[in-house]
């Protein structure tokens, strides 16, 4: 067996094992409400960092204002409760229009 197979056997068990965990310790192991408030805010967090890099970066640099105007629109409409589709169309409507005017 090859390094390789075998580190994708490893990653594999340890990926099946991690979700395992959760529905075999669901109702048995009771977290204290302060430690739930923080995982749900780490929750929060990690999704607004993933946000940032994914509207601000491209290809090691700056992705240009653009994309992000483009997923502040985006997100105000999501705050707005528009539908999904209108939330994802009028953000790429955004960015498009704003980079064919020439906002890079």
């Known amino acids: 067996m090859t390094p390789a197979v075998t580190a994708i056997l490893a990653l594999a068990v340890g990926t099946y094992a991690f979700r395992l965990v959760g529905p075999v310790l669901h109702g048995r ?3 204290p ?3 739930r408030q923080l ?3 780490g929750a929060v967090v990690l999704l607004v960092a993933l946000l940032a890099t994914g509207a ?5 640099g700056f992705a240009g204002w653009a994309r992000p105007i483009g997923v502040l ?3 105000v ?5 528009a539908p ?3 939330v994802v169309l009028g953000a790429a409507a955004v960015t498009a229009l ?3 005017a020439g906002v890079a």
Do not use: K
Not at 56 to 60: G, H, N, V, Y
Not at 77 to 81: D, E, G, S, V, Y
């Open 73 to 75: 629109v985006g997100g």
């Open 29 to 31: 192991v009771e977290l």
């Open 98 to 100: 704003l980079r064919a």
């Open 56 to 60: 601000f970066t491209e290809a090691r």
């Open 39 to 41: 995982l749900s805010a």
């Open 77 to 81: 409409l999501a705050w707005r409760r």
């Open 84 to 86: 999904f589709v209108v």
């Open 33 to 35: 409400v302060r430690v």
